[in-house]
């Protein structure tokens, strides 16, 4: 009889998946509404979020990637359509 391997559930690990939700969610509202006030901490908490690891890691690795996306698309659309950056 064989079982898996036991993994201990740890607060880091739910604050990670937290911090990477919340950072996933303002970078897509940064993408819409002033991407130079928005992103920058979206992107902070994603990277706090990837350092903690844990079992939401992919998810943090997904908000750092979706955060510089958002970043680079939002400023150039507000540069574009001459909408404020701050």
């Not at 607060?11 to 993408?31: E, K, Q, R, T």
């Amino acid at each position: 009889m064989s079982s898996g391997p036991v993994t201990e559930e740890r607060p880091a690990d739910a604050i990670a998946g937290l911090l990477a939700s919340l950072s996933l969610f303002a970078s897509l509202i940064g993408l819409a509404y002033r991407p130079a006030r928005l992103i920058p901490f979206a992107l902070l908490l994603a990277v706090i979020a990837t350092g903690m690891g844990g079992r939401h890691s992919r998810l943090a690795v997904a908000a750092v990637a979706t955060g510089g996306a958002c970043f680079v698309v939002g400023m150039t659309v507000a540069v574009i359509t001459n909408n404020p950056v701050f």
